[in-house]
Protein backbone atom coordinates (compact mmCIF):
# COMPACT_ATOMS: atom_id res chain seq x y z
CA UNK A 1 0.00 0.00 0.00
CA UNK A 2 2.71 2.42 0.80
CA UNK A 3 5.68 2.11 -2.12
CA UNK A 4 9.01 2.56 -0.01
CA UNK A 5 11.84 3.08 -2.27
CA UNK A 6 14.99 2.79 -0.58
CA UNK A 7 18.16 4.49 -1.80
CA UNK A 8 20.98 1.53 -1.40
CA UNK A 9 24.64 2.16 -1.79
CA UNK A 10 25.47 -0.69 -4.29
CA UNK A 11 24.85 0.44 -7.99
CA UNK A 12 22.66 -3.33 -8.48
CA UNK A 13 20.44 -2.90 -5.63
CA UNK A 14 19.70 0.80 -6.29
CA UNK A 15 18.74 -0.35 -10.19
CA UNK A 16 16.17 -2.50 -9.21
CA UNK A 17 14.73 -0.25 -6.70
CA UNK A 18 14.97 2.13 -9.61
CA UNK A 19 12.63 -0.48 -11.81
CA UNK A 20 10.51 -1.12 -8.91
CA UNK A 21 9.72 2.18 -8.51
CA UNK A 22 8.79 2.79 -12.42
CA UNK A 23 7.27 -0.73 -12.45
CA UNK A 24 3.44 -1.33 -12.54
CA UNK A 25 3.39 -2.30 -9.05
CA UNK A 26 4.47 0.80 -7.57
CA UNK A 27 3.60 3.35 -11.01
CA UNK A 28 3.42 6.47 -9.40
CA UNK A 29 1.12 7.08 -11.36
CA UNK A 30 -1.74 4.80 -10.87
CA UNK A 31 -4.89 3.89 -11.95
CA UNK A 32 -8.02 5.99 -10.67
CA UNK A 33 -9.09 2.90 -8.32
CA UNK A 34 -5.29 2.41 -6.69
CA UNK A 35 -4.63 4.19 -3.54
CA UNK A 36 -2.59 7.54 -3.78
CA UNK A 37 -0.56 6.84 -0.75
CA UNK A 38 2.73 8.96 -0.85
CA UNK A 39 6.07 7.05 -1.04
CA UNK A 40 8.72 7.46 2.17
CA UNK A 41 12.01 7.56 0.54
CA UNK A 42 14.84 6.42 2.75
CA UNK A 43 19.04 5.67 2.16
CA UNK A 44 18.90 2.03 3.85
CA UNK A 45 22.70 2.80 4.34
CA UNK A 46 23.65 5.31 6.98
CA UNK A 47 25.06 7.78 4.37
CA UNK A 48 23.37 8.62 1.38
CA UNK A 49 26.37 10.65 -0.40
CA UNK A 50 25.62 10.15 -3.79
CA UNK A 51 22.32 9.66 -5.04
CA UNK A 52 23.65 9.00 -8.53
CA UNK A 53 22.81 4.92 -8.86
CA UNK A 54 19.59 5.62 -10.08
CA UNK A 55 19.36 4.72 -13.77
CA UNK A 56 16.53 6.86 -15.56
CA UNK A 57 17.63 6.53 -18.90
CA UNK A 58 19.31 10.01 -19.56
CA UNK A 59 21.72 11.77 -18.66
CA UNK A 60 20.83 13.18 -15.47
CA UNK A 61 20.09 11.31 -12.25
CA UNK A 62 16.50 10.67 -10.44
CA UNK A 63 15.14 14.13 -10.84
CA UNK A 64 13.64 13.02 -14.77
CA UNK A 65 11.32 11.12 -13.34
CA UNK A 66 7.85 12.58 -13.07
CA UNK A 67 5.17 11.35 -9.96
CA UNK A 68 1.65 12.86 -9.54
CA UNK A 69 2.17 10.72 -5.93
CA UNK A 70 3.86 13.15 -2.68
CA UNK A 71 7.09 11.79 -1.91
CA UNK A 72 8.86 11.82 1.71
CA UNK A 73 12.59 11.62 2.55
CA UNK A 74 13.68 9.70 5.02
CA UNK A 75 16.48 11.39 6.01
CA UNK A 76 19.74 9.66 8.36
CA UNK A 77 22.61 10.42 8.02
CA UNK A 78 24.56 12.10 5.63
CA UNK A 79 22.58 13.57 2.87
CA UNK A 80 25.28 15.79 1.04
CA UNK A 81 26.20 15.77 -3.05
CA UNK A 82 23.86 13.83 -4.90
CA UNK A 83 22.23 12.98 -1.55
CA UNK A 84 21.48 16.11 -1.02
CA UNK A 85 20.05 16.55 -4.38
CA UNK A 86 17.61 13.90 -3.92
CA UNK A 87 16.12 14.77 -1.00
CA UNK A 88 15.08 18.52 -2.09
CA UNK A 89 13.91 16.57 -4.93
CA UNK A 90 11.24 14.93 -2.66
CA UNK A 91 8.06 16.54 -1.86
CA UNK A 92 8.58 16.43 1.99
CA UNK A 93 12.07 15.56 4.39
CA UNK A 94 11.74 13.73 8.11
CA UNK A 95 15.29 14.48 9.24
CA UNK A 96 16.69 12.76 12.01
CA UNK A 97 18.52 14.83 14.53
CA UNK A 98 21.76 14.43 13.69
CA UNK A 99 21.54 14.23 10.39
CA UNK A 100 23.82 16.14 7.91
CA UNK A 101 22.93 17.99 4.51
CA UNK A 102 25.65 19.60 2.43
CA UNK A 103 26.93 19.99 -0.68
CA UNK A 104 30.44 19.13 -0.01
CA UNK A 105 31.89 18.57 -3.24
CA UNK A 106 31.68 21.89 -3.62
CA UNK A 107 35.38 21.35 -1.99
CA UNK A 108 36.49 19.33 -4.65
CA UNK A 109 34.73 21.93 -7.11
CA UNK A 110 32.34 19.36 -8.59
CA UNK A 111 29.10 21.25 -9.18
CA UNK A 112 25.49 19.89 -7.99
CA UNK A 113 24.28 18.37 -12.01
CA UNK A 114 20.81 16.79 -10.89
CA UNK A 115 19.17 20.49 -10.73
CA UNK A 116 20.35 20.91 -7.13
CA UNK A 117 21.20 24.04 -7.07
CA UNK A 118 17.78 25.18 -8.03
CA UNK A 119 15.84 23.18 -6.09
CA UNK A 120 17.67 24.80 -3.26
CA UNK A 121 17.39 27.76 -3.27
CA UNK A 122 13.44 27.76 -4.71
CA UNK A 123 13.04 25.61 -0.78
CA UNK A 124 14.90 28.11 1.02
CA UNK A 125 15.75 31.17 -0.47
CA UNK A 126 18.78 32.36 -2.81
CA UNK A 127 20.76 34.00 -0.06
CA UNK A 128 20.54 30.68 2.36
CA UNK A 129 21.19 28.30 -0.56
CA UNK A 130 24.42 30.31 -1.91
CA UNK A 131 25.73 30.46 2.44
CA UNK A 132 25.29 26.28 1.62
CA UNK A 133 26.31 26.27 -1.89
CA UNK A 134 29.45 28.69 -2.07
CA UNK A 135 30.84 27.45 1.56
CA UNK A 136 30.58 23.46 1.53
CA UNK A 137 29.78 23.50 4.75
CA UNK A 138 27.72 20.54 6.84
CA UNK A 139 23.89 21.95 7.80
CA UNK A 140 22.55 19.65 10.77
CA UNK A 141 19.31 18.76 11.30
CA UNK A 142 18.44 21.61 13.22
CA UNK A 143 19.42 24.24 11.29
CA UNK A 144 17.64 22.17 8.41
CA UNK A 145 14.53 22.56 10.46
CA UNK A 146 14.87 26.00 11.55
CA UNK A 147 15.81 27.15 7.43
CA UNK A 148 12.80 24.81 5.93
CA UNK A 149 15.11 22.27 4.52
CA UNK A 150 14.08 19.78 6.52
CA UNK A 151 9.97 19.57 7.36
CA UNK A 152 10.50 17.40 10.40
CA UNK A 153 12.82 17.02 13.09
CA UNK A 154 13.00 13.30 14.75
CA UNK A 155 15.37 11.49 17.21
CA UNK A 156 17.79 9.39 15.91
CA UNK A 157 16.70 6.20 14.25
CA UNK A 158 12.97 7.54 14.03
CA UNK A 159 12.87 8.97 10.52
CA UNK A 160 11.85 5.93 8.38
CA UNK A 161 9.02 5.25 11.03
CA UNK A 162 7.87 8.80 11.13
CA UNK A 163 7.64 9.24 7.62
CA UNK A 164 5.76 6.34 6.92
CA UNK A 165 3.23 7.76 9.67
CA UNK A 166 3.20 10.82 7.56
CA UNK A 167 2.65 9.26 4.56
CA UNK A 168 -0.87 7.24 6.55
CA UNK A 169 -1.66 10.81 7.43
CA UNK A 170 -1.85 11.88 3.92
CA UNK A 171 -3.38 9.15 2.35
CA UNK A 172 -6.45 9.10 4.86
CA UNK A 173 -6.93 12.74 2.46
CA UNK A 174 -9.04 12.51 -0.68
Given at each position: ??????????????RLHSDVARSDETRLHPPAEATQAPNPLMSSSRTECEGADYDTSGPMGFSRLLLNKPVIASVAGYAVAGGLELAIW???????????????????GVPLIDGGTVRL????????????ILTGRPVSGSEAY???????????GTSLENSIYLA???SLFP
Open positions: KYGILTTPHDGDTACDLRVAEEDCVFGVFCRRWSRLIGLSRALDISIGLANRVVSHRQL
